[in-house]
């Protein structure tokens, strides 16, 4: 499984919509992409998310449900530093 780093930025007034969604119907992850914790910015406009899949095309089934009120980075993480 790979890690990735998803930096998700609340479009311009949408962001209480958002978390409605998100309580109303969850994360709506895909079969396979696995949440493991996140992070918001300090103001609240960005959350930082770790997530794990073997197969990142499932970000593009998570995201369409998503991007109407958010903006999507996907970043592939690499090894993490020894120490």
């Given amino acids: 499984m790979k890690q990735y780093m998803v930096i998700e930025t609340f479009k311009p007034g949408c962001k209480d919509a958002a978390y409605e969604r998100f309580h109303?119907?969850?994360?709506?992850?895909?079969?396979?992409?696995?949440?493991?914790?996140?992070w918001l910015e300090k103001d609240g406009d960005r959350c930082f998310q770790l997530m794990e899949t073997g197969n990142a095309k499932l970000f593009d089934q998570w995201i369409e449900g998503w991007k109407d009120l958010v903006k999507f980075e996907v970043i592939a993480l690499g090894e993490k530093p020894l120490g």
């Avoid at 109303?24 to 996140?38: E, F, V």
């Fill in 24 to 38: 109303k119907q969850g994360r709506m992850l895909p079969d396979g992409l696995r949440y493991i914790d996140s």
